[in-house]
């Protein structure tokens, strides 16, 4: 058996040195049985004669011996290729459209799928990541999870989870300053505790990991590299065990380096220990735990010892109505970038579903066309069987090249969709490797045979004799139609919903892009500096750090005002809870908090409303007084004035003693939009209460505001050199314009926006390349009846419009068909949309006119042909 | 001249594995030997030799090589496999039942019926 497959083998692969053997046994034979007759006594030339005619025909046998040895199918197949091949390249409208449009298709699926895969469906690099795990919360009323947990919880889940293998970290990481043999820089850090390589089954390269006595408040202060970080600040010195670096000014010994190519949970230069605890950051959930199942733990039992340990929890560590759990660690990190993924994922199978139609389309076209040539090859005796192997060849030469095309179009089009999605967090490893291109591959394949297919069996229940005395005199209409105008109607109906959904999303970005701003954003500069340094952990070290850098700011020629503010405009800014004076703890609610210094509200150009604006004399050891925006004033001081009021936030009391105008800001809490104008207590950072100061700087890093009449250049350099003269050794993490700072609040949105708009146009361009080759194979079918038409009298407008009618027609159907299936793609939308309907007008009016400007244009075109129908020329060739 | 008798797949099949029992031979030479083993009755005819040759090595019965013929000449020479010698007993066995069932049949008489 073994040898026969390697005979058969060894035969495909030396095709030539086949047949030359095979040949020259053949020919031997001849001559053999010539050289007999000869030797018989019969003249050379009849010999010869007689030999071949005994032997028959040459060509016959060699076809039985190919066919003998099981060679013959793939001869078939190279005639089925070279033909295949010819006809597209005698067609070469067809072949262009059709290749064009699966290389549009598969490459705009190629693109997405791989930052999908990478994203969501790529097992995580770790041994065995099945077996990973976090532990979530779950809302037991609408089962919503959330994986943040705080430092009781943690405590809880280490002391009684049996059978899993558990650390806590942070889930997101810190920018902060690090000086490192000499040189300063801003890194990321994230804290994990003891056990955390470990759990993940990551093992640093050099040295180790956390121990539990470093883990816990005031152990050492150690810290694990990346590998990057140590290529980069130590030049890969296997000594670097041992050496010192400052982080956020304190010293750190060094402990482990990670492996090349590590990924933690969130992209971080360094760690550091988490050292949980239950109060500080503890108190809130501001952890998360990462849970590695033994070998002998199932998920549900892992679910139900959770749980149990959940239910011993106090409410107020576990919110009521909430239980503990554990999801998948993949799941858990993806939670909030899977859905707006996969719903554009959706997107993009859609436009390939339009392309598909149009291919499904194109092919019975063509096939129709082939009607004549496929009966006349049948009639000759060609048998069904080889005329849809001769189909199916064709279809996968298509999809072969479509397919290959695809890819290089999806390998040009995901760095430009990286481009747009890293800023969202997206941060993965998206490559078009061998899992993608195999999947689009198979997608290609699936994509022609399937619709390919359908012409095939469609073309082999024809009749010979039917077809034949079809093709000469096709008149109009017939029921042959109605599959192809179903494909169309199709596909205008999927262009409408993603229309639809484009035009939508751009309104939702429109909206929140005019959200007013509440200051002026030109000529405005915002540096941020990371002050979590054990210099800056008090209010009277950052009141002389920005009194020091503002002066010199303001003396820099150019400069009209600087200020320095916790929250720039269209940050998110610290949320805190606050009583009004007076009230008990229960009725607190939440605020926001920004401490500020310099002249923040004239730098911004804020409007004083009421009162008065912080003033240099509102300083530490002076009494604590504070502003407030307007949203905060009408929200919690309704009825009545605000200043004068007092309230108690940050551990400490307030006077209110004036109201500003509202500033954008990115939501920080609550449902609402994106970005918009928060409640916001405004305080002097000198009167922060210190133990607040050391909190905030762990999470938010402050910015010098300038505004320069000369430009933003002149404002960026003032504010470098005021930094560097009041502190060399604090780097900028960030110097931007705040208009830059306003773009990237709604990357989001302007991602999806953009992504949902060109996937419309592109439907839309095929939609319409489908409905100008429906109109266009109709008038070629129509000829003959149209010749006859304007012999007898009918004006070519006439005839224009009965060609042009069933095209609309077939659009209108679509736009029907469309707009019934539009509601349910905008219930996908809900939590996407801001400060629109769904069913407003504007949209409306967007779509329908979008639509009939392409349906008009790929009804007409193609009937254009019509005006040059010559009826006599028409009639005669009959 | 012989008589051209025509010959099912089968028997061609036991035919040119008895001839190259006898020892490795050409296709040409095959032809010939059949011939000749009949005694000059069976000519096969020559555009059903190759395709059987083709058949039988494909399924394991034959092997092929190339090699020199006695004139010289390089020629593919075929050979009896074991699983040839094996199939060439089985066919012959078949045939020598087959004959003997239709010489019993053809031998009947009006009153055994």
């Known amino acids: 058996m073994l040898s026969r497959l390697t005979a058969s083998l060894r035969l495909i692969v030396d095709r030539l040195g086949f047949e030359r053997s095979l040949d020259r046994e053949l020919r031997d034979h001849l001559e053999s049985r010539q050289a007999d007759l000869v030797a018989a006594g019969v003249e050379p030339a009849e010999a010869r004669r007689r030999a071949r005619h005994e032997f028959g025909s040459v060509e016959a046998v060699k076809e039985e011996c190919r066919e003998a040895t099981g060679v013959a199918w793939l001869h078939a197949l190279g005639r089925d290729l070279r033909y295949g091949l010819r006809q597209l390249r005698r067609n070469p409208a067809f072949t262009t459209v059709a290749l064009a449009t699966l290389a549009l298709t598969i490459g705009a699926n190629t693109a997405l799928y791989s930052l999908v895969d990478a994203a969501l469906f790529r097992p995580l690099p770790y041994p065995e990541p099945e077996r990973l795990g976090q532990v979530v919360r779950t809302v037991v009323d609408d089962g919503e999870t959330m994986p943040s947990v705080d430092g009781r919880t943690w405590e809880a889940v280490r002391d009684a989870g049996k059978g899993l293998q558990l650390a806590a970290f942070s889930d997101w990481t810190t920018g902060v300053n690090l000086v490192a043999g000499g040189a300063a820089s801003h890194v990321e850090q994230q804290k994990v505790s003891a056990g955390f390589f470990a759990a993940l089954g990551a093992p640093p390269a050099l040295g180790r990991g956390f121990s539990a006595e470093e883990d816990v408040p005031g152990g050492a202060a150690v810290t694990v590299l990346s590998h990057d970080l140590w290529q980069g600040s130590f030049a890969g010195d296997p000594r670097v065990l041992g050496d010192r670096v400052l982080l956020r000014g304190e010293p750190y010994e060094v402990i482990g380096v990670m492996p090349p190519g590590f990924r933690s949970t969130s992209p971080a230069d360094l760690w550091t220990p988490l050292r949980p605890s239950t109060d500080g950051e503890g108190s809130g959930t501001n952890y998360a735990i990462l849970a590695r199942l033994d070998d002998d733990t199932s998920w549900p039992e892992a679910k139900s010892r959770l749980a149990g340990v959940g239910r011993t929890l106090l409410p107020e560590n576990l919110d009521g109505a909430t239980e503990l759990g554990i999801a998948p660690l993949q799941n858990a990190q993806s939670q909030y970038v899977r859905r707006p993924l996969l719903l554009l994922w959706g997107a993009v199978i859609a436009v390939l579903l339009v392309g598909c139609l149009n291919l499904a389309s194109l092919l019975l076209a063509r096939t129709a066309a082939r009607g004549h040539e496929m009966a006349v090859r049948q009639a000759l005796g060609g048998g069904r069987g080889p005329l849809l192997r001769q189909l199916l060849t064709e279809g996968v030469v298509l999809a072969v090249c479509g397919g290959a095309l695809g890819i290089l179009v999806g390998s040009l089009l995901l760095p430009l969709l990286l481009r747009f999605a890293t800023p969202l967090g997206y941060d993965v490893d998206a490559t078009i490797d061998l899992r993608v291109m195999t999947a689009m591959g198979l997608l290609s394949l699936a994509t022609v045979l399937v619709f390919g297919l359908y012409p095939a069996w469609k073309l082999s229940r024809m009749s010979v004799r039917q077809v034949i005395a079809d093709s000469g005199r096709t008149v109009a209409g017939g029921s042959r139609h109605w599959p192809r105008r179903l494909l169309v109607v199709a596909e205008v109906a999927l262009s409408v919903v993603l229309l639809v959904t484009g035009t939508l999303l751009a309104r939702s970005l429109s909206h929140l892009q005019q959200v007013d701003p509440g200051f002026e954003p030109a000529g405005l500069v915002a540096a941020t500096v990371s002050l979590q340094d054990a210099r800056y952990d008090t209010a009277a070290e950052i009141e002389q750090l920005f009194r020091q850098s503002l002066e010199r700011i303001d003396a820099a020629p150019g400069v009209e005002a600087a200020a320095v503010s916790l929250s720039a405009p269209y940050e998110r800014p610290l949320n805190t809870p606050f009583v009004k004076a007076g009230d008990p703890p229960e009725e607190r609610q939440l605020t926001n908090l920004v401490y500020v210094a310099g002249d923040f509200v004239d730098t911004l150009g804020l409007p004083l409303l009421a009162g008065r604006d912080l003033r240099p004399t509102d300083r530490r050891g002076t009494p604590r007084v504070a502003l407030v925006n307007r949203t905060f004033g009408e929200r919690y001081f309704a009825d009545g004035p605000v200043v004068g009021q007092r309230i108690a936030a940050a551990d400490a009391e307030w006077e209110i003693v004036g109201v500003v105008g509202d500033v954008v800001q990115r939501t920080s809490f609550g449902d609402g939009e994106p970005v918009s104008h928060p409640p916001v207590v405004y305080v002097a950072a000198g009167q922060m209460p210190d133990a607040y100061v050391a909190l905030v700087h762990g999470w938010f890093a402050p910015s010098w505001l300038v505004r320069a009449g000369g430009g933003t250049g002149i404002a960026a350099q003032a504010v470098r050199d005021g930094l560097r003269a009041a502190d060399p050794t604090l780097p900028i993490s960030r110097l931007a314009e705040v208009s830059e700072v306003a773009d990237g609040s709604l990357v989001e949105q302007r991602f999806q926006a953009w992504l949902m708009a060109c996937l419309a146009l592109l439907a839309l361009v095929l939609a319409g390349v489908g409905l100008a080759g429906l109109v266009a194979s109709g008038v070629s079918e129509r000829r003959r009846e149209l010749g006859i038409r304007l012999t007898l009298g009918a004006t070519r407008g006439q005839a224009l419009a009965s060609a042009v009618l069933p095209g609309l027609a077939v659009a209108a159907a679509g736009l029907a068909a469309g707009a019934l299936a539009a509601p349910l793609a905008v219930g996908l939308l809900r939590g996407l949309l801001w400060g629109i309907s769904a069913s407003e007008p504007q949209t409306v009016a967007v779509v329908a006119l979008a639509l009939l400007a392409v349906a008009g244009t790929a009804s007409l075109l193609p009937a254009l042909k019509i005006v040059s129908i010559d009826p006599a020329t028409t009639l005669r060739r009959e | ?113």
Request: charged share 25%; net charge positive.
């Open chain 2, 1 to 113: 001249m012989a008589d051209t008798t025509d010959l099912l797949q089968g028997t061609l099949d036991l035919l040119i594995l008895k001839a190259v029992s006898l020892g490795p031979l050409h296709g040409y030479g095959i032809l010939l030997r059949i011939q000749q083993m009949s005694g000059d009755v069976l000519e096969v005819r020559q555009g059903s030799l190759y395709p059987a040759l083709y058949r039988l090595v494909s399924g394991g019965f034959l092997a092929s090589k190339w090699g020199r013929s006695d004139n010289g000449r390089r020629a593919r020479f075929y050979r009896l496999t074991p699983r040839g010698e094996r199939q060439l007993v089985s066919e012959r066995e078949r045939w020598d039942r087959l004959a003997g069932a239709v010489t019993a049949a053809i031998r009947t008489r009006p009153e055994e019926v």
